[in-house]
């Protein structure tokens, strides 16, 4: 089987597959019109975000027996094309979850414990105590929205911090040792904090907005580790000037390129968020450490040889 690699993965990638006898071709700079010329070679593609495998992409893939992204997210892929021409989707929560949810506590930390701003004022000479005064985790009532991989491994992590962990999920049943599902109405009632971790699909676009945040019975600390556009930016920053949000936690913005590269476009409400004390923002990089890199890396790996 040949397996087209069309972005910088951890080696062990093309070690452990060639190992066991496919043939792995890496191809980190072709355009889309150019791997497009070729992908009918393949029976395997091996992706990140750079080129999305849009209905086009697929129909020419006519060889494709298994698409294989290294991530959790699937938006760049035409789902309902690929089921419906019998190509195996593979994608890899397992592998960084944990980097995920080290990273929503430490956005948390950080913000409410004003480190950062507090830090910075020392360096320049400024001794603030009273001024710098933390809001601490524990009481709080943590509100997470979808309870899959990123979900679950960020309410184990908050077992520890006293807090009370509720979810929301589509999926019944879900309620563990870690936390308890409700309904969207109880969490917006109960929720001090509230934290995304779902995919972006059309139902979960622009979810929290002026009527979500209008429904949020307190005043709350914000963070979003999901997909940029799971949030109307204009609205959370609407909601951060008149102190319903008390704080915002970003690592993905609703102005990232597909690609998750660069930013797309620039406004004021982005530049409202990147001057605000209450705004921390991060580029893309909550699943991104040297563990996970190999971690999504092996769950590729081991998935594809179960498969094939």
């Known amino acids: 089987m040949k397996i087209l690699q069309l972005d ?24 889309y019109d150019e791997v497009l010329e070729k992908i009918i070679d393949y029976q395997g593609i091996i992706i990140r975000s750079r080129i999305p495998l849009d209905k086009n992409f697929l129909t ?38 944990d980097s995920v949810a080290e990273h929503v506590v430490g956005m948390l930390l950080i913000l409410m414990n004003r480190l950062f ?16 005064r933390g809001d601490e985790l524990l009481g709080k009532t943590f509100g997470i929205i979808g ?8 309410a184990k992590r908050l077992s520890g911090f006293g807090v009370e962990v509720i979810f929301h999920d589509i999926l019944p049943n879900l309620s563990d040792e870690f936390a308890t599902q409700v309904s969207l109405g109880e969490l ?12 972006l699909t059309s139902e979960t676009h622009y979810l929290i907005d002026e009527e979500f945040i209008s429904k949020m019975e307190k005043n709350f600390y914000f963070v979003n580790t999901a997909r940029g556009k799971n949030l109307k930016t204009k609205a959370l920053v609407q909601a951060i000037e008149s102190g319903k949000v008390l704080g915002a936690c970003l690592d993905v913005l609703e102005y990232e390129k597909s690609s998750f590269e660069n930013l ?41 040889l179960a498969y094939f």
């Open 147 to 154: 309870y899959g991989n990123m979900g679950k491994a960020t």
């Open 117 to 132: 701003i507090a830090s910075n004022e020392v360096k320049n000479g400024i001794w603030k105590r009273e001024e710098n």
């Open 264 to 304: 797309e476009t620039e406004n004021q409400d982005l530049k409202y968020l990147l001057d605000s004390e209450k705004a921390i923002v991060t580029p893309h990089i909550a699943g991104w450490t040297h563990q996970s890199k190999e971690k999504l890396a092996q769950v590729i790996v081991d998935k594809i």
């Open 60 to 97: 020419k893939a006519s060889h494709l027996k298994f698409i294989a992204r290294v991530g959790a997210g699937m938006e760049n892929i035409d789902i309902e094309t690929a089921e419906k021409f019998g190509i195996k989707l593979i994608n890899s929560p397992e592998g960084n979850r």
């Open 188 to 199: 917006q009632k109960r929720a001090d904090i509230l934290s995304l971790h779902i995919p």
């Open 8 to 31: 910088k993965n951890h080696p062990l990638i093309s070690e452990q597959l060639t190992a066991k006898g496919f043939v792995v071709e890496e191809d980190h700079s072709s355009t």
